[in-house]
């Protein structure tokens, strides 16, 4: 088999096409620029990662305390809200033991005596009266009794 032969490329004029020593100089600078560019290209993404990065941390330095107070400030909410639950459930255990009472003096004593219903927050918070709607208009007339009359 016959082998192609091909002119060898050398980086010299020597004996070179000129027309294809300007391409391949021109090709040469092209790939320079294009190489510089590249490299410009990423020292800026280099720097703005980096002001980022200082900017982040500042804004982090600022942040941090903030977010520690309001953390501390959570965990006594949630302490005061826990004490506050347990007050609420006492108090409920007191009133259905203090209506027990009343109802078994009513079964005894055979005088009627009526227990109001009070709403349990916790259960509905949705039924809770409004202190305005809770109380009738004429709560403070009582007949000739009032408080007015």
Do not use: C
């Amino acid at each position: 088999m016959a082998s192609i032969q091909r002119p060898a490329s050398s980086g010299s004029s020597e004996g070179g096409d000129p027309v294809m020593y300007e391409r391949k100089r021109k090709r040469m600078e092209s790939n320079r620029e294009s190489a510089r560019r590249s490299r410009m290209k990423k020292q800026k993404q280099l720097e703005d990662l980096t002001d980022e990065v200082s900017r982040l941390e500042g804004e982090n330095a600022r942040l941090a305390p903030s977010i520690k107070v309001n953390e501390e400030a959570y965990v006594e909410m949630e302490a005061a809200n826990d004490i506050l639950r347990a007050h609420t459930m006492e108090l409920a255990d007191r009133l259905k033991f203090l209506n027990s009472i009343i109802e078994i003096a009513d079964e005894v004593g055979g005088e009627s005596f009526e227990i109001p219903q009070i709403p349990d927050p916790l259960f509905m918070p949705w039924q809770i009266p409004h202190p305005m709607m809770a109380t009738p208009p004429d709560m403070f007339f009582h007949g000739n009794e009032g408080l007015f009359a």
